[in-house]
């Protein structure tokens, strides 16, 4: 089945250090891949997607790329801000099977000033 | 676009009675989504709807859950004879409909908090 897994956190990292968080994801065929960003006391959003191998989402200086041939979609910063706090949720939407989007379990980043 | 809204935001409720949540969705999404989030893990799919017509449920909704979405506007999502184990944060999403599309993000509400004691 489809399912998606990403690292355990949480994750504190200094302001201004560099961040990387692993998702892989099983599949068939080729889905479309999703980082959602949860910060406290809001409604999940959308931060960036790819909808093909090796295209790269990025938004807010936020990056990651589909790669087919490993099956992941690790988001990377280059450099922290103590407002990056936050969960984020890696997530797939599969080619076949409906519209549902499914997502792994949540990443809690905290940036310490 | 005044965003997804849910409402109650939080409820509290004593084991086996009913509860009923409520979803209103951005006014031109034809797809509503109900999604479940328990404390330390990512939402699970429950249901989605097309405009009124409900198109897939997740074997995680038992007979006790039940959704509807007449005239394909609000949502309602309701548990009979709640159980402890039905506490849990129950989002609403919803998308644009373009055909086939399988990539449209997805907007969330804050979602309702619901407690069984």
């Known amino acids: 089945g489809n399912s998606v897994t990403q690292m355990e956190g949480p994750v504190t990292l200094s302001e201004e250090a560099f961040l990387t968080i692993n998702c892989t994801y099983t599949a068939t065929g080729y889905p479309s891949l999703f980082w959602y960003v949860q910060y406290p006391g809001e409604g999940l959003q959308l931060l960036l997607k790819a909808t093909k191998a090796d295209d790269k989402g990025s938004n807010k200086g936020f990056e990651a790329t589909y790669r087919k041939e490993t099956t992941s979609f690790h988001l990377e910063k280059g450099s922290v801000q103590v407002s990056d706090s936050a969960v984020y949720f890696c997530?797939?939407?599969?080619?076949?099977?409906?519209?549902?989007?499914?997502f792994g379990a949540g990443t809690r980043l905290f940036v310490k000033a | 676009d005044t965003g997804v809204s849910q409402n109650p935001r939080h409820k509290i409720t004593k084991r086996g009675q009913n509860v009923t949540f409520r979803c209103d969705p951005i006014?031109?999404?034809?797809?509503l989504y109900w999604y479940r989030q328990t404390l330390g893990q990512g939402p699970e799919f429950l249901t989605y709807f097309q405009n009124e017509a409900q198109l897939e449920k997740s074997r995680l909704l038992s007979d006790r859950f039940s959704a509807e979405r007449p005239k394909g506007s609000f949502s309602t999502l309701e548990i009979q004879r709640t159980e402890q184990g039905d506490s849990a944060m129950y989002l609403c999403?919803?998308?644009?409909?373009?055909?086939?599309?399988?990539?449209?993000?997805?907007?969330f509400g804050s979602g309702t908090q619901l407690s069984v004691l």
């Open positions: 999403a919803s998308s644009p409909d373009r055909g086939r599309s399988t990539n449209e993000k997805l907007f």
């Open positions: 997530a797939l939407s599969p080619y076949t099977g409906g519209f549902k989007t499914i």
């Open positions: 006014s031109e999404h034809n797809r």
